[in-house]
């Protein structure tokens, strides 16, 4: 039996991980947590019966202690509840499925208490991956990664040392708006960045992908979690999504993983590694699928990926500033309250006015944050 706690079980990555669970009957499910989606997790709580749950707002974990008051679980809210669940004893591995820069403490706790880390949570490792890589090392703590991109490369990789690899070849969708120029992107509304050709993700996750950024997130996450330079990394546009990711070694060779776009699969490589699992899906027919393609990213109309590459190249607090004003950007669009690609425009004017700290400890990277979503309320404002 292997007992595992859930950051973000409500979102898109964590009931695909419940779905894993319910397949798996060695697979024990000890804490979940969740932001304010109280009906969602009462589900999950009578379920899977967790000793602690937590939710990130007090209003939602008081409604849910009373609403589970028939429940032998602990209720817990806030950080110290995220922190709480994060070194349980009970648990041997965390999934990170939170989304944002809230997902960092929780994760550097569970590292120190010996935890094998299930990273979804990409802003860790975007923001703090000065931090959480070393910690992992000093601590003899697996890393393993569930983002669909990462979790290739991981398999691509297959315990080759890093002096072997040549190039990541990180791969891309392309999104909705692949082709496109910026004039046809003005009027883009929210259901149009939406709709995600080959992905069900969630809707934060789906906006990034239809501006690039999210590749940009991935770029910057691979750097740290494969220990290779920024300029070994390469991002292909593969609008069929078979080819999840590919690693070219030094004798030219190139390894790929490819499958369905189907989260589920890097989901349960991670919560099952070293080990492969039976699991039911639809499976890649080369014959109906006929081609894959294979083209050059558009950085100049899509330019959130432009941005990631120069603020991974500055390094220090700048990732960071790249990532809060994405989010608060994306929050804002998603609310009708900018336009579209004003979501790069205002990444863009973020960092410009950033003093970058260039070893920033967890208190510094919240901090910039808080700036970041302060400069842009203002931005906005105007």
Same mark, same amino acid.
């Given at each position: ?30 804490? #979940? ?6 009906? =969602? ?8 019966? @967790? #000793? ?13 202690? *009373?609403?589970?008051?028939? #429940? ?46 299930? #990273?979804? /949570? =990409? ?12 910690? *992992?090392?000093?601590? /003899? $703590?697996?890393?393993? @990664? $569930?983002?669909?991109?990462?979790? *290739? ?27 496109? &120029? ?7 509304? $929210?259901? !149009? ?16 992908? %239809?501006?690039? $950024? ?30 999840? %990711?590919?690693?070219?070694?030094? !004798? ?22 070293? !080990? ?24 100049? &109309? ?81």
């Amino acid at each position: 039996m292997k007992n595992i706690a859930v950051l973000g079980s409500t979102g898109s990555i964590g009931t695909q991980t419940l779905e894993i669970v319910r397949a798996n009957p060695d697979l024990q499910v000890v804490a #979940l947590a969740a932001g304010t989606s109280v009906d =969602k997790i009462e589900e999950q709580v009578r379920e899977f019966h @967790p #000793l602690i749950v937590g939710m990130w707002s007090e209003e939602a974990a008081k409604e849910l202690k *009373a609403r589970i008051a028939d #429940l032998p679980v602990k209720v817990v809210a806030g950080m110290d509840g995220l922190l709480e669940i994060a070194v349980m004893p009970q648990s041997e591995v965390l999934v990170t499925a939170i989304v944002g820069m809230i997902g960092i403490r929780p994760t550097i706790a569970a590292i120190e208490a010996g935890k094998a880390i299930a #990273l979804a /949570n =990409k802003e860790t490792l975007v923001t703090a991956g000065h931090i959480i890589m070393p910690l *992992a090392k000093k601590c /003899n $703590v697996p890393i393993l @990664p $569930v983002d669909s991109e990462h979790s *290739a490369i991981f398999q691509s990789l297959n315990g080759e040392p890093k002096e072997r690899i040549a190039k990541i070849l990180l791969t891309a969708s392309g999104g909705p708006f692949r082709g496109k &120029t910026r004039e046809q992107l003005q009027n883009i509304r $929210v259901e !149009d960045a939406l709709k995600h050709p080959n992905w069900a993700m969630g809707r934060k996750i789906t906006i990034d992908s %239809s501006t690039l $950024v999210n590749k940009g997130l991935e770029v910057m996450e691979a750097k740290w979690l494969f220990g290779v330079d920024l300029d070994q990394i390469q991002v292909v546009v593969h609008p069929q999504s078979i080819i999840h %990711s590919m690693v070219e070694y030094v !004798d030219g060779a190139i390894i790929a993983q490819l499958g369905t776009p189907d989260m589920k699969l890097p989901i349960q490589y991670a919560l099952f590694y070293p !080990d492969r699992r039976p699991m039911e899906g639809k499976r890649v027919d080369f014959f109906e699928l006929g081609q894959i393609t294979f083209e050059k990213p558009d950085i100049e &109309t899509f330019t959130g990926l432009k941005l990631a590459y120069r603020a991974m190249r500055t390094g220090g607090s700048l990732p960071t500033v790249y990532n809060a004003a994405n989010e608060k950007a994306v929050s804002l669009f998603l609310d009708r309250k900018i336009g579209y690609l004003q979501i790069p425009e205002l990444i863009e004017a973020s960092m410009d006015q950033h003093k970058v700290i260039p070893e920033p400890t967890v208190e510094q990277i919240l901090e910039a944050e808080r700036q970041v979503y302060e400069f842009i309320d203002k931005e906005v404002q105007q």
